[in-house]
């Protein structure tokens, strides 16, 4: 069992995400950063899409009942486990009465904003529609369907003995396939069906130019500012399906980008869709900061989604390689 | 057919199928047809119709979409239109005033006063032609374009559930409490959706609203 100290704005259980569920309007939630909890649970031995604490305000704190072992994924922010430093992207051992606290400040040795508390056999709320994540807009999933308040009790699954020796991690992806433009952060970008009824301008300025995250921006949308993208004509269309990574322009010519938890359909025009490949990064950006969208072909998009897929696969090599050394470091005893 | 649909990308996620013409039943009676039968490929995780269109998500995108591309096209052009017996629940509306916050905007562009809006909104029986949006929320067809009004130019951060909204040439009832780019111009009450229930949504696409006025205000 997990209490929760703090009073958490925002923070939410999230697995992988709920899917087969669009057709009766239910979107697929899930972790912003899915890489960040993927990994956190290959490290923990736990299924890839066990549920975590995502985090998106600070500080956070929180009061282990049980002994455990926990990793912090996603953001450098500064947590200690009682006065004592812990190391993000590290597996750590946590002991029965033993209180976590997460908060900001310092130099960050990477830019990122949100943190996923992973633990070993996962948050073990009910299953919802086939998923843990919560699911904010039909208040369901997750606990209670809401986001975290002071006095919640996390139930915590059984953990496997399939984790990552305690002490060792991986270098997070934010370092290791880094993505910058001139300084900015690069998002990746297919283009979508109404690119071409936007003007040759827009579509121009909308490569060139930078994106602020405006603090209209959350798990359903990221409300974007910058230059004005116009239609060469008004246009309405009929309500379709959407997936997280559309960028639609409303009317007033200001970009969204749809998140996780974003409708499962919409009817504004669309520019182009950030690639699956990127939306972890794009998940970890902070409010008030600027991206640069690149175009990308589909066989580039493809290629980029097989690049985390690869990623994936070594944190889990490199935990069972870990597990290997350590066995083997036992007998010699 | 006379001409085939357009598809798009959206993303490395999904592709997106769009009937060409007028938003007709027939032709959402083939959109469901299709969806009943692709929704069994191997490639594809969910099928989900939206308003005479269908959106594909992929288990994993192709190295090359143009294979999966042209058995779509195929299928469409075989593809019958189902008919759905469904069934009809009425909605009681209360039409302008506090309930409807946008019912001045709707006045503005169609000419038409609040009574002639909430007459000419509550005459058709609107079949259910898809879910989406959000939990229970369904997208009726067959709304009289006199009263059709452009989507907001940006999103109102939430309208409550019950919402009774237009935006373009659709017509809507939102389930819960939310954002919407939709102009209001009424409200209802009615669960939609129970996540304990099997299937969780009150309606299903082929069953129909029938609005019915309780009061018109202003």
Known sequence: MIEVLSSTALATVQDLGRFGALGWGVSHSGAMDRLALAAGNILLGNDDNSAA?????FPFRVRFHHACNIVLTGADHQARLDDQPLQPWLVAPVRAGQVLTVER?????????????????????????????TQLRGQFGGYQGRTLQQGDHLPVGVASDLHCPAGMGVVPPALSMPLMVEGTQAIRVLRAAEYEAFTDHSCAEFWAKNWKITSQSDRYGYRLAGPMIEPKLPL??????IVPGVIQVPHGGQPIIQMRDAQPSGGYPKIGT????DLWRLGQVQIGSSVRFVEVSWPEAVKALQDVTDWLEEVRRMVALGRTVQKGAGHDQ | MAHDPVISMLGTTALLLEAHGET???TQQTIWSLSAQVCNWPEVLEAVPGMNNLMLCFRKPPLDPQPLIARLLDAWRAAKPMAVEGRTIELPVVYGGEAGPHMADVMAHTGLDAHEIAEIHSAPLYPVYALGSHPGYCYLGGMDHRIATPRRKTPVLKIP??????????????????????????????????????????????DSIRFRIERVVG
């Open chain 2, 24 to 26: 007709s039943l027939e």
């Open chain 2, 161 to 206: 559930g019950g919402a009774v909204s237009i935006g373009g040439f659709q017509t809507g009832v939102s389930a819960s409490d939310g954002p919407s780019g939709w102009n209001t111009i009424g409200s209802t009450s009615m669960s939609f959706f129970d996540v304990t229930k099997q299937p969780p949504t009150l309606l299903q696409p082929g």
């Open chain 1, 105 to 133: 400040g310092g130099p960050s040795r990477w830019q990122a904003s949100r943190v996923y508390l992973c633990v070993a056999g996962g948050i073990d709320v009910p299953l919802a529609l086939g998923s843990r994540s």
């Open chain 1, 236 to 241: 309405e269309l009929r309500s379709h399906g």
């Open chain 1, 53 to 57: 604490v995502e985090i998106p305000i």
């Open chain 1, 274 to 277: 950030v690639i699956d490949a």
